[in-house]
């Protein structure tokens, strides 16, 4: 890759909330923050993979920067232009140069509409053909072309899309995405409704455009194995933050974020006797709610990392935990009390409690994850993460 | 070798459409062993779901179990009368689905659920079972489950669903656990955990388990055996070693290589399997994977090929596996036919 790479996409503090509050007379708001704040960039004619488990706002990202939503804050630039503040009018030759494929491939195609309109539907709305001699001829020759290009045949033009099959559905998605020469793609998990036989001919597909157009790709996906194959750089998002940015080999090789560590060793390896079981990061719990996020990291009521310890030389904690949070629940081991539940602060009564039931050590939240969030940093080059600890965590300088 | 608890002998299960016959399992056997883990592997379509609902004998109208035995511990299932059954279903074989939101009842509470299965395969009290339930739910996780037993399903998370789900199969002790895609729906750091619990399960309760899955990875962790379906019919089973580091149906082989390897560089392309699945309302006379086998023969179109035994645990249905066939590199030759 060249060194001079000039951004074609870049994204700043971009936000996207939606106002989730119920009835007329609630007093409080109930805020989703699907999207909270995220940065990137995807450099012309690579493949940006943006992983996360649902809910982290992967998909709202891709679907406020075609602005199918309307951003809340921050700035999509394309191209140098910002797409969050222009009018629906100058957006429109935008639309042509961002073209989207779905998820599912069922939903995704109007059933009353053969191949023939759902591809020709770009190409009219953008008079892509205007000034031709003959239009409507050319328009023919394009959609054959584009037919066959993605495996298909001349005379599936005139067919409904109930039709085909799955794999099929997603070459006409592709077809139609492709037809008004689009520059940059949001692939919103193409292949994830496909079969694993018929995804290898999709991600190839989509690499042989790329190829052949200069084509540039926002993939994204929650296979992170795929994610991994066909990207050039990925993302990681959790609850609507990015965690990490880096290339797609050094986030394999050495990720950085806590999550990111957990996220990898998740995956299932079609291995059987592979080593990587035994060192498997299983992560506790669940994924907070983003209505109304608490301050803070989003991932550390999660993260291994996200405590110090407190080790008592005398067996008394009354002065050293009063006002601090604890990591987790903590149970009487004789009596089977439970003393404090994860994440309340601790009072004297519960200092006391813990001194009498003999505890050698409390694990107690690092007030800066549940305070602060951190900044996406550049950690090394062109590998960013968000995490106020990663030098510690990674044994860095 | 340990016992044999389940044997399924040429089942056959279709399902008489409006428009036409559609023959989803076209005629399998395989056997599972006590406190043994089997992988069904398959695209969808392939008929790893029919197969495990015919154990179940769920095929309900217009599905038919056609032919076939399904032998239970001695008892052939098929044979048994709707009434029977029902004692077979929770107190020996268990099933757990997909999507755990469907399987649960939105309008009772968890404790209700879990207390209304154990009651109806027990003497036990409402006390005692609830008191079972709250057990049961500490055993697969379930935080503070004697408040958590009160909620309702839409309180729970995709993943503490199905561990309540998990915990409600598990209620009665059953021998046979069918887990049909039980982490598709969950996400991949959720599916780790629910991976480790089910493998920490089979070892406590030394139960066995039937995993169907389309993840060759998720396969891979939990099983000790596989089979890999295409078609309605059984092109391939051994043990997991077997399929993963010597596999001999070339769409075992396909399948491994249009996914991409945990280590591989990123420049390596994938080798996808051309074309598409078969219909299986007029399903090929032949191999069902011919049209899209690059070693196809002659033979392969007009009649499926037998399972060759590879070796004592594995066996193949492909023809290049016949003494008679040219020999192709990576393919064993076989003498015996099962």
């Known amino acids: 890759m060249d060194d001079n ?24 708001k109930k ?18 993979g943006l992983v996360g488990e649902s809910g982290c706002g992967k998909s709202t990202t891709g679907r406020t920067i075609v602005k199918l939503y309307e951003p809340t804050d921050g700035q999509i630039l394309f191209d140098g232009v910002d797409l969050a503040t222009i009018s629906a009018k100058n957006m429109f030759p935008y639309r042509r140069k961002i073209q989207m494929i779905f998820q599912d491939p069922y939903a995704s195609l109007n059933g009353r509409m053969t191949v023939t309109d759902i591809i020709a539907e770009g190409i009219d709305t953008h008079n892509i053909f205007a000034g031709h001699e003959n239009p409507k001829q050319a328009k023919q020759e394009k959609i054959y072309e584009l037919l066959e290009s993605v495996g298909l045949k001349r005379e599936h033009a005139s067919r409904y899309p109930h039709e085909f099959s799955g794999g099929q559905r997603q070459r006409i998605g592709i077809a139609r995405a492709l037809a008004v020469d689009p520059d940059l793609i949001i692939c919103d998990e193409p292949i994830s409704a496909l079969d694993v036989s018929i995804q290898a001919q999709v991600v190839n597909m989509l690499q042989d455009f790329q190829k052949e157009k200069g084509l540039t790709y926002l993939f994204i996906a929650h296979d992170l194995s795929m994610v991994k194959h066909i990207s050039d750089r990925i993302g990681v998002m959790y609850l609507g933050h990015m965690m990490e940015v880096s290339s797609s080999d050094d986030l394999y090789a050495t ?52 405590f110090t310890e407190v080790t008592s030389s005398d067996g008394s904690f009354n002065d050293s935990l009063v006002g601090k949070f604890a990591f987790e629940k903590i149970v009487d081991p004789n009596s089977g009390d439970l003393i404090i539940l994860q994440g309340i602060e601790i009072t004297a009564l519960v200092a006391e409690k813990l001194t009498n039931a003999k505890f050698e050590s409390v694990k107690i939240t690092r007030e800066r994850c549940f305070n602060e969030t951190p900044e996406l940093v550049e950690i090394k080059e062109e590998h960013y993460a968000a995490c106020h600890f990663i030098k510690e965590i990674n044994n860095l300088k | 070798m340990n016992k044999k608890l389940l044997e399924v002998k040429n089942l056959k299960t279709s399902f008489y459409t409006h428009l036409g016959e559609v023959q989803a399992v076209r005629g399998i056997s395989f056997e599972l062993e006590e406190g043994g883990v089997l ?113 309702y399903p839409h309180q729970f998370s995709g993943g503490m669903r199905q561990r309540a789900l998990i915990a409600t199969a598990i209620s009665c ?34 139960m066995s388990i039937i995993l169907i899955t389309h993840d060759l990875g998720v396969i891979a962790e939990v099983s000790t055996n ?35 390897k945990p280590h ?44 060759y035994k590879i070796s004592d645990s594995q066996s193949s249905a492909c023809w290049l596996h016949d003494a008679e066939s040219p020999v192709v590199e990576g393919f064993k030759k076989s003498k015996e036919v099962l």
């Open chain 1, 5 to 28: 790479r000039v951004p074609l996409l870049e994204v700043i503090n971009l936000k996207k909330h939606f106002d989730k509050s119920t009835g007329l007379f609630s007093k409080k």
């Open chain 1, 31 to 48: 805020i989703l923050t699907a999207v909270d704040g995220i940065n990137f960039h995807i450099y012309k004619g690579e493949t940006f």
């Open chain 1, 255 to 306: 990720p950085l974020h806590p999550y990111t560590k957990a996220l990898l060793s998740s995956i299932p390896v079609p291995d059987p006797d592979s080593d990587i079981k035994g060192s498997r990061i299983v992560l506790q719990g669940d994924v907070r709610s983003p209505i109304n996020p608490k301050p803070g990291c989003r991932f550390a009521s999660r993260c291994r990392y996200a």
């Open chain 2, 39 to 151: 992988g069904i592997v398959g695209e969808s379509g392939s008929g790893k779901s029919v197969t495990s609902l015919s154990i179940m004998r769920l095929i309900d109208s217009p599905g038919v179990i056609k032919e076939g035995e399904i032998i239970f511990d001695g008892v052939d299932l098929t044979k048994l009368k709707k009434s029977e059954i029902a004692d077979y279903r929770g107190n020996e074989i268990s099933m757990i689905f997909q999507d755990p939101m469907t399987s649960l009842n939105p309008v009772y509470k968890i404790k209700n659920q879990m207390i209304e299965v154990i009651k109806r395969h027990t003497d036990m009290t409402t006390a005692e079972a609830l008191e079972r339930a709250i057990d049961l739910l500490k055993q697969v996780g379930i935080p503070d489950p004697v408040a958590q037993i009160n909620d």
């Open chain 2, 173 to 206: 002790n059953p021998r046979l656990l069918i887990a049909d895609e039980p982490t598709t729906a969950l996400d991949v750091t959720i599916q780790a955990q629910i991976l480790e619990l089910l493998k920490q399960l089979q070892k406590d309760t030394g």
């Open chain 2, 226 to 260: 596989v089979i890999v379906m295409y078609g309605g019919l059984i092109m391939e089973k051994g043990t997991v070693q077997d399929i993963f580091y010597n596999p001999q149906h070339p769409y075992t082989k396909g399948l491994h290589k249009s996914i991409p």
């Open chain 2, 264 to 307: 591989a560089k990123n420049d390596e392309r994938l080798i996808p399997i051309k074309g598409s699945p078969p219909d299986l309302m007029n399903p090929p006379s032949g191999c069902p994977f011919s049209s899209r086998c690059d070693f196809a023969m002659e033979v392969c179109l007009t009649d499926a090929a037998p399972g």
